[in-house]
């Protein structure tokens, strides 16, 4: 599962670009039972003095030698790269949870195949796949076209694969996850999260508030969330996360409008600023929060034992 931690590990927004959306190859290439989809705008990630600091506190280690594993590969990742997306799904048989990137830019794939030919690296092939590992790590790659890739360890791959050569079902046969995205795909960072994730990410944001017997009644009315970031003019976070009735939202704003109290009450003064900047509000059944800083503010912010209090 990626957790509320790995919301942005990879984030980034550039400057002048005004969305990140998945082309139909990239949607197919997205195995069905997504628990949580990040997608980012990959590009000029260095305008961004935020994005920069949260990419590099927040990105696993495993993700960060994927990345350089790709470069290595011969893939010019800073340039070649326009939208990234990190997908975590229920493995087709059920056997735990997963994790597949794919990527869409311009890929020089001549360049990177003689690459591969100079190194002897031999691809696995899938029907009409090949399948490049990547280091010593089990990590792997395959070009679907000149645009579009797929990454990941050798299973996340070949689950991909299957989506989108039509063996397994793919992200676009999820219709209540596609409808979800159509609110957040024109912005420069999104995510989307099922009820599962819904759940584990809130009682990570809520801490010790989970505990409280009516958190269990909230938590079992959570149907799926999504949040957006944009870092062209500062740090801008929207979140929203959709419960059964209006009721119920209203009561996890009402939780949640608690713990922030309880957070202030024992900031540090750079802490109590970020929650003056948070406003937290239901509407229609919905649960919305939202937050903004400028780009020092938030790169400060991540320090913070309260921001790693959210993350984690």
Not at 132 to 159: C, E, H, K, W
Not at 212 to 240: C, L, P, Q, W
Request: hydrophobic fraction near 40%; aromatic fraction near 6%.
């Amino acid at each position: 599962m990626v957790t509320f931690g790995l919301l942005a590990c990879t984030a980034l927004a550039p400057i002048g670009l005004q969305a990140a959306q998945l082309s139909s190859d990239a949607k197919a290439a997205i195995p069905n039972k997504v628990q949580q989809l990040i997608v980012v705008d990959y590009h000029a990630i260095q305008n961004s003095p935020a994005a920069m600091s949260l990419k590099e506190k927040m990105m696993p280690p495993e993700l960060k030698r994927l990345e350089q594993e790709l470069k290595n590969s011969g893939l010019k990742v800073d340039d070649d790269v326009d939208v990234l997306a990190l997908a975590a799904y229920i493995a087709p048989k059920g056997d735990g949870n997963r994790i597949v990137g794919v990527a869409q830019g311009q890929f020089n794939t001549q360049s990177i195949m003689a690459h591969f030919a100079k190194d002897k690296t031999k691809p696995l092939m899938l029907r009409n796949n090949a399948v490049y590992p990547l280091g010593a790590a089990g990590a792997s790659v395959a070009f679907l076209n000149q645009t579009t890739m797929i990454f990941g360890d050798r299973d996340s791959v070949r689950d991909a694969l299957d989506a989108r050569d039509g063996l397994a079902q793919n992200f676009l046969q999820n219709g209540e996850m596609m409808n979800e995205m159509a609110a957040v795909d024109q912005k420069q960072m999104w995510s989307l999260l099922d009820q599962k994730g819904t759940q584990t990410m809130m009682k990570s944001v809520l801490g010790p508030a989970s505990q409280i017997a009516d958190y269990d009644t909230v938590r079992d009315r959570m149907k799926s969330s999504r949040y957006t970031m944009d870092f062209s003019n500062g740090v801008k976070f929207e979140m929203s996360v959709v419960m059964s009735d209006s009721v119920t939202a209203a009561m996890a704003a009402t939780v949640m409008k608690g713990v922030s109290v309880m957070k202030k009450s024992s900031g540090t003064p750079l802490e109590k600023s970020a929650i003056d900047s948070t406003s937290i509000d239901s509407n229609s059944g919905t649960l919305t929060v939202s937050y903004a800083a400028s780009d020092s503010q938030f790169s400060n912010l991540l320090t913070s034992p309260l921001f790693q209090s959210v993350v984690r």
